[in-house]
């Protein structure tokens, strides 16, 4: 078990350039999850995948804002046109999940974005 | 809607001192609620849950009581140590959204 693991795990961009962040979650792990934590904050739900399908969409996610989880396995997190509003630490999770109820998330360490 | 509220930091301690972080909740139906550690440089942990009301989760020496009369899952620890310094965070799980509410982090610092 080697963890979920971002990359890169810090940015800095000026304004108005593309960005795409990588997450691999843990091999059998079947939800991905994505998150934005600003300063002083608790994270922030975005999207989230059940294997190669994107599930549910918060309204945070901006049509400048993409995620794909192409096989079913890594996920990529795209955010075209940045603003300075987007400067904030992304955090991917993953998790086993057999049904509806509550379940363990594993986090990675974040990729930080700073948009100047 | 689903939210969390948490006692703002920073929390300052002393090496073996007791430990309470509040945390209330706002929520349609009944949500499980988690505990969840982030250590400096790392990413979050799950620290304790707990699934329904008057369950208790305990992990590490931490405890947590799902209060449903009062919406609270308070953190507490009868003797802290140096290194639970790190940021807490109280969140419930949304079972009909399919993922987490946290609330916005208490800062923990153990001096020894």
């Known amino acids: 078990d080697t963890g979920v693991s971002q990359n890169p795990r810090h940015k800095i961009t000026k304004r108005g350039q593309n960005v795409t962040f990588r997450c691999d979650p843990i091999?059998?792990?079947?939800?991905l999850y994505w998150y934005r934590q600003t300063l002083g904050q608790g994270p922030e739900f975005l999207t989230y995948?059940?294997?190669?399908?994107?599930?549910?969409k918060s309204r945070l996610l901006s049509d400048r804002f993409s995620a794909e989880r192409p096989k079913g396995s890594f996920s990529t997190l795209e955010i075209q046109r940045t603003e300075q509003g987007d400067s904030a630490m992304y955090l991917c999770a993953s998790s086993l999940s057999r049904g509806p109820h509550e379940e363990t998330q594993y986090f990675g360490p974040g990729t930080r974005l700073l948009v100047l | 809607g689903n939210s969390v509220t948490q006692m703002e930091g920073p929390v300052t301690l002393s090496e073996e001192a007791f430990l309470t972080i509040n945390c209330t909740y706002t929520?349609?139906?009944?949500?499980?609620l988690f505990w969840y550690v982030q250590y400096p440089g790392e990413g979050l942990q799950l620290l304790l849950k707990?699934?329904?009301?008057?369950d208790k989760g305990s992990n590490k020496g931490f405890e947590a009581t799902y209060r449903k009369e009062t919406t609270s899952f308070h953190l507490e620890k009868g003797s802290v140590q140096v290194s639970d310094s790190a940021v807490y965070f109280c969140a419930l799980w949304r079972s009909y959204g399919q993922n987490f509410v946290f609330g916005p982090g208490t800062r923990l610092s153990v001096l020894p």
């Open positions: 995948f059940q294997n190669e399908a994107q599930l549910e």
């Open positions: 707990a699934t329904k009301a008057d």
């Open positions: 091999s059998e792990h079947n939800r």
């Open positions: 929520a349609t139906g009944y949500p499980s």
